[in-house]
Protein backbone atom coordinates (compact mmCIF):
# COMPACT_ATOMS: atom_id res chain seq x y z
CA UNK A 1 0.00 0.00 0.00
CA UNK A 2 2.69 2.38 0.65
CA UNK A 3 4.37 1.37 -2.48
CA UNK A 4 1.28 2.42 -4.28
CA UNK A 5 0.73 5.55 -2.45
CA UNK A 6 4.22 6.52 -3.34
CA UNK A 7 4.04 5.56 -6.65
CA UNK A 8 0.64 7.77 -7.10
CA UNK A 9 2.50 11.06 -5.20
CA UNK A 10 5.38 10.84 -7.57
CA UNK A 11 2.54 10.14 -10.85
CA UNK A 12 0.42 13.47 -9.55
CA UNK A 13 3.64 15.74 -9.23
CA UNK A 14 5.17 15.11 -12.52
CA UNK A 15 1.68 15.40 -14.51
CA UNK A 16 1.61 19.08 -11.92
CA UNK A 17 4.91 20.04 -13.19
CA UNK A 18 4.07 18.83 -16.75
CA UNK A 19 1.03 21.17 -16.62
CA UNK A 20 2.79 23.98 -15.12
CA UNK A 21 5.74 24.04 -17.33
CA UNK A 22 2.77 24.24 -20.74
CA UNK A 23 0.81 26.82 -18.84
CA UNK A 24 4.25 29.09 -18.20
CA UNK A 25 5.76 27.93 -21.31
CA UNK A 26 4.23 30.80 -23.67
CA UNK A 27 5.55 33.37 -21.25
CA UNK A 28 9.02 32.27 -20.92
CA UNK A 29 8.80 32.34 -24.83
CA UNK A 30 8.06 35.66 -24.47
CA UNK A 31 10.73 36.39 -22.16
CA UNK A 32 13.79 35.22 -24.39
CA UNK A 33 11.84 36.41 -27.83
CA UNK A 34 12.60 40.01 -25.97
CA UNK A 35 16.55 39.02 -26.58
CA UNK A 36 16.32 38.06 -30.04
CA UNK A 37 16.58 40.25 -33.21
CA UNK A 38 13.14 41.28 -33.87
CA UNK A 39 13.56 39.74 -37.99
CA UNK A 40 14.19 36.21 -36.61
CA UNK A 41 11.71 36.34 -33.71
CA UNK A 42 9.33 34.23 -36.00
CA UNK A 43 11.67 32.33 -37.49
CA UNK A 44 13.31 30.68 -34.83
CA UNK A 45 10.01 30.38 -33.00
CA UNK A 46 11.12 26.64 -31.87
CA UNK A 47 14.41 28.10 -30.64
CA UNK A 48 13.97 29.12 -26.81
CA UNK A 49 17.34 30.28 -26.28
CA UNK A 50 18.05 33.39 -28.00
CA UNK A 51 21.79 33.29 -30.10
CA UNK A 52 23.08 35.87 -29.70
CA UNK A 53 21.22 37.52 -26.73
CA UNK A 54 20.35 40.90 -27.97
CA UNK A 55 19.20 43.90 -25.56
CA UNK A 56 18.79 46.23 -28.53
CA UNK A 57 14.67 45.25 -28.27
CA UNK A 58 14.60 46.92 -24.73
CA UNK A 59 16.44 49.86 -25.71
CA UNK A 60 13.98 51.00 -28.83
CA UNK A 61 10.93 50.31 -26.55
CA UNK A 62 12.18 52.49 -23.78
CA UNK A 63 12.51 55.24 -26.34
CA UNK A 64 8.28 55.09 -27.21
CA UNK A 65 6.68 56.67 -30.13
CA UNK A 66 5.61 60.23 -30.78
CA UNK A 67 8.29 61.80 -29.08
CA UNK A 68 7.04 59.91 -25.85
CA UNK A 69 9.35 57.74 -23.57
CA UNK A 70 7.49 53.94 -22.60
CA UNK A 71 8.51 55.55 -18.91
CA UNK A 72 5.71 57.66 -19.61
CA UNK A 73 2.94 55.26 -20.19
CA UNK A 74 4.13 53.15 -17.32
CA UNK A 75 4.14 56.23 -15.18
CA UNK A 76 0.44 56.83 -16.60
CA UNK A 77 -0.41 53.01 -15.75
CA UNK A 78 1.14 53.23 -12.16
CA UNK A 79 -1.35 56.42 -11.55
CA UNK A 80 -4.34 54.78 -12.74
CA UNK A 81 -3.28 51.80 -10.72
CA UNK A 82 -2.48 52.72 -7.46
CA UNK A 83 -5.33 55.74 -7.20
CA UNK A 84 -8.09 52.88 -8.42
CA UNK A 85 -7.09 50.33 -5.69
CA UNK A 86 -7.00 52.75 -2.82
CA UNK A 87 -10.30 53.63 -3.73
CA UNK A 88 -11.26 49.97 -4.05
CA UNK A 89 -10.26 48.87 -0.97
CA UNK A 90 -11.65 51.98 1.08
CA UNK A 91 -14.93 51.64 -0.14
CA UNK A 92 -15.51 48.16 -0.30
CA UNK A 93 -14.19 47.96 3.22
CA UNK A 94 -16.57 50.79 4.47
CA UNK A 95 -19.87 48.86 2.05
CA UNK A 96 -18.87 45.41 3.44
CA UNK A 97 -18.77 46.45 7.14
CA UNK A 98 -22.19 47.79 6.94
CA UNK A 99 -23.60 44.84 5.47
CA UNK A 100 -21.92 42.70 8.09
CA UNK A 101 -22.75 44.60 11.34
CA UNK A 102 -24.63 47.35 10.28
CA UNK A 103 -29.01 46.27 10.32
CA UNK A 104 -31.12 48.57 8.03
CA UNK A 105 -33.89 48.13 6.01
CA UNK A 106 -33.34 46.25 2.69
CA UNK A 107 -30.21 45.23 3.84
CA UNK A 108 -30.82 41.49 1.99
CA UNK A 109 -32.10 43.05 -1.06
CA UNK A 110 -28.78 45.76 -1.47
CA UNK A 111 -26.56 42.33 -0.91
CA UNK A 112 -28.81 40.66 -3.74
CA UNK A 113 -28.43 43.17 -6.13
CA UNK A 114 -24.14 43.44 -5.19
CA UNK A 115 -24.12 40.06 -5.68
CA UNK A 116 -25.77 40.30 -9.02
CA UNK A 117 -23.57 42.94 -10.33
CA UNK A 118 -20.38 39.99 -10.15
CA UNK A 119 -23.19 37.91 -12.42
CA UNK A 120 -23.27 40.32 -15.23
CA UNK A 121 -21.22 40.67 -18.05
CA UNK A 122 -19.18 43.88 -18.18
CA UNK A 123 -19.91 44.08 -22.06
CA UNK A 124 -23.90 44.69 -21.13
CA UNK A 125 -22.87 48.02 -19.72
CA UNK A 126 -20.04 48.99 -22.12
CA UNK A 127 -22.42 51.23 -24.11
CA UNK A 128 -24.47 53.09 -21.48
CA UNK A 129 -21.18 53.50 -19.27
CA UNK A 130 -19.67 55.27 -22.17
CA UNK A 131 -22.96 57.29 -22.70
CA UNK A 132 -23.04 58.64 -19.51
CA UNK A 133 -19.28 59.70 -19.05
CA UNK A 134 -19.80 61.00 -22.24
CA UNK A 135 -22.32 63.72 -21.15
CA UNK A 136 -20.11 64.12 -18.02
CA UNK A 137 -16.91 65.38 -19.83
CA UNK A 138 -14.84 62.24 -19.32
CA UNK A 139 -13.75 60.77 -22.37
CA UNK A 140 -10.43 61.47 -22.86
CA UNK A 141 -9.50 61.41 -18.89
CA UNK A 142 -8.61 59.17 -16.71
CA UNK A 143 -11.82 59.54 -14.41
CA UNK A 144 -13.81 57.01 -16.02
CA UNK A 145 -10.97 54.93 -15.22
CA UNK A 146 -10.63 55.74 -11.12
CA UNK A 147 -13.92 57.32 -9.69
CA UNK A 148 -16.13 54.87 -10.03
CA UNK A 149 -13.78 51.88 -7.93
CA UNK A 150 -13.98 54.93 -5.07
CA UNK A 151 -18.21 53.35 -5.17
CA UNK A 152 -17.54 49.73 -3.97
CA UNK A 153 -18.78 48.88 -8.13
CA UNK A 154 -16.97 45.91 -7.70
CA UNK A 155 -18.97 43.68 -5.85
CA UNK A 156 -16.27 40.95 -5.39
CA UNK A 157 -13.92 42.77 -3.12
CA UNK A 158 -17.14 43.75 -0.77
CA UNK A 159 -18.04 40.03 -0.68
CA UNK A 160 -14.29 38.88 0.19
CA UNK A 161 -14.20 41.38 2.51
CA UNK A 162 -17.68 41.28 4.10
CA UNK A 163 -16.66 37.06 4.51
CA UNK A 164 -13.73 38.25 6.81
CA UNK A 165 -15.73 40.26 9.05
CA UNK A 166 -18.21 38.00 9.52
CA UNK A 167 -15.73 35.67 11.07
CA UNK A 168 -14.59 38.60 13.52
CA UNK A 169 -16.73 37.37 16.56
CA UNK A 170 -19.33 40.50 17.22
CA UNK A 171 -18.47 40.05 21.22
CA UNK A 172 -15.33 42.67 20.29
CA UNK A 173 -18.27 45.05 18.91
CA UNK A 174 -20.49 44.31 22.23
CA UNK A 175 -17.44 45.60 24.44
CA UNK A 176 -16.78 48.28 22.25
CA UNK A 177 -20.04 49.89 22.39
CA UNK A 178 -19.81 49.30 26.43
CA UNK A 179 -16.92 51.36 26.66
CA UNK A 180 -18.64 54.17 24.40
CA UNK A 181 -17.53 53.21 20.87
CA UNK A 182 -19.78 54.06 17.86
CA UNK A 183 -19.90 52.18 14.73
CA UNK A 184 -17.22 54.47 13.18
CA UNK A 185 -14.89 54.04 16.28
CA UNK A 186 -15.28 50.23 16.15
CA UNK A 187 -14.89 50.07 12.21
CA UNK A 188 -11.56 52.07 12.55
CA UNK A 189 -9.98 50.69 15.67
CA UNK A 190 -11.23 47.11 15.71
CA UNK A 191 -12.54 45.92 12.47
CA UNK A 192 -9.90 47.75 10.63
CA UNK A 193 -6.68 46.46 11.57
CA UNK A 194 -8.43 43.33 11.90
CA UNK A 195 -9.31 42.74 8.11
CA UNK A 196 -6.00 43.94 7.18
CA UNK A 197 -5.49 39.97 5.57
CA UNK A 198 -8.15 40.13 3.33
CA UNK A 199 -7.34 43.97 1.87
CA UNK A 200 -3.98 43.24 0.73
CA UNK A 201 -5.75 40.34 -1.21
CA UNK A 202 -7.97 43.12 -2.40
CA UNK A 203 -5.30 45.16 -2.75
CA UNK A 204 -3.58 42.34 -5.08
CA UNK A 205 -6.10 41.48 -7.11
CA UNK A 206 -7.20 45.23 -7.36
CA UNK A 207 -3.69 46.16 -8.71
CA UNK A 208 -3.38 43.52 -10.87
CA UNK A 209 -6.85 43.62 -12.68
CA UNK A 210 -6.50 47.70 -13.16
CA UNK A 211 -2.35 47.41 -13.94
CA UNK A 212 -3.80 44.67 -16.82
CA UNK A 213 -6.85 46.74 -17.79
CA UNK A 214 -7.21 47.47 -21.69
CA UNK A 215 -10.22 47.65 -22.79
CA UNK A 216 -11.49 50.70 -20.41
CA UNK A 217 -8.12 52.92 -21.45
CA UNK A 218 -9.23 52.04 -25.04
CA UNK A 219 -12.93 53.37 -24.84
CA UNK A 220 -11.78 56.20 -22.75
CA UNK A 221 -8.18 57.47 -23.51
CA UNK A 222 -7.61 58.97 -26.76
CA UNK A 223 -4.13 60.99 -26.54
CA UNK A 224 -1.07 59.38 -26.73
CA UNK A 225 0.37 60.59 -24.09
CA UNK A 226 -2.04 59.61 -21.67
CA UNK A 227 -1.78 55.94 -22.87
CA UNK A 228 -0.96 53.23 -19.78
CA UNK A 229 1.34 50.79 -20.77
CA UNK A 230 -1.36 48.18 -21.49
CA UNK A 231 -2.66 50.10 -24.36
CA UNK A 232 0.68 51.69 -25.77
CA UNK A 233 1.81 47.95 -26.39
CA UNK A 234 -0.49 47.60 -29.43
CA UNK A 235 1.29 50.21 -30.96
CA UNK A 236 4.13 48.50 -31.62
CA UNK A 237 1.98 46.21 -33.59
CA UNK A 238 1.09 47.80 -36.65
CA UNK A 239 -0.59 45.97 -39.67
CA UNK A 240 -0.32 48.94 -42.00
CA UNK A 241 3.18 49.14 -41.64
CA UNK A 242 6.65 46.76 -40.31
CA UNK A 243 5.66 45.97 -36.65
CA UNK A 244 8.48 45.71 -33.93
CA UNK A 245 7.61 42.69 -32.24
CA UNK A 246 10.92 42.56 -30.30
CA UNK A 247 10.53 45.67 -28.66
CA UNK A 248 6.54 44.94 -27.83
CA UNK A 249 7.62 42.19 -26.38
CA UNK A 250 11.07 43.55 -24.39
CA UNK A 251 8.14 46.16 -22.97
CA UNK A 252 5.73 43.78 -22.18
CA UNK A 253 8.05 41.86 -20.14
CA UNK A 254 9.12 44.82 -18.05
CA UNK A 255 5.12 45.89 -17.73
CA UNK A 256 4.37 42.11 -15.86
CA UNK A 257 7.46 43.11 -13.21
CA UNK A 258 5.03 45.64 -10.99
CA UNK A 259 2.24 42.94 -10.74
CA UNK A 260 4.52 40.22 -9.82
CA UNK A 261 6.67 42.05 -7.35
CA UNK A 262 3.09 42.90 -5.26
CA UNK A 263 2.28 39.38 -5.77
CA UNK A 264 5.54 37.42 -4.61
CA UNK A 265 5.83 40.64 -2.38
CA UNK A 266 2.04 40.16 -0.34
CA UNK A 267 1.94 36.86 -1.20
CA UNK A 268 1.54 35.67 2.34
CA UNK A 269 -1.66 38.09 3.02
CA UNK A 270 -2.58 36.99 -0.12
CA UNK A 271 -3.08 32.98 1.18
CA UNK A 272 -4.49 34.40 4.46
CA UNK A 273 -6.69 36.50 3.13
CA UNK A 274 -8.64 33.74 1.11
CA UNK A 275 -7.93 30.67 3.52
CA UNK A 276 -10.31 32.64 6.25
CA UNK A 277 -13.01 34.74 4.10
CA UNK A 278 -14.77 31.66 2.90
CA UNK A 279 -13.49 32.14 -0.69
CA UNK A 280 -10.99 28.83 -0.93
CA UNK A 281 -11.91 26.01 -2.37
Known sequence: MEKKKTVGTIIYHILVLGFGLVMIYPLVWMIMSSFKDTNTIFTTATQLIPDPFVADNYITGWKGFAKTSFAVFFKNSMFISVVATIGTIISSAVVAYGFSRCSFPGRGILFAAMLATMMLPAQVLMIPQYLWYQKLGWVNTYLPLIIPYWFATQGFFVYLMKNFIDGIPRELDEAAKIDGCSYYTIFSRIILPLVKPAM???????????WDDYLGPLLYVNSTEM?????ALKMFADPSSSSDYGAMFAMATL?????????????????????TSGLKG
Open 200 to 210: ITGLIFSFMWR
Open 227 to 231: YPASL
Open 255 to 275: SILPAMIIFFTLQRYLVEGIS
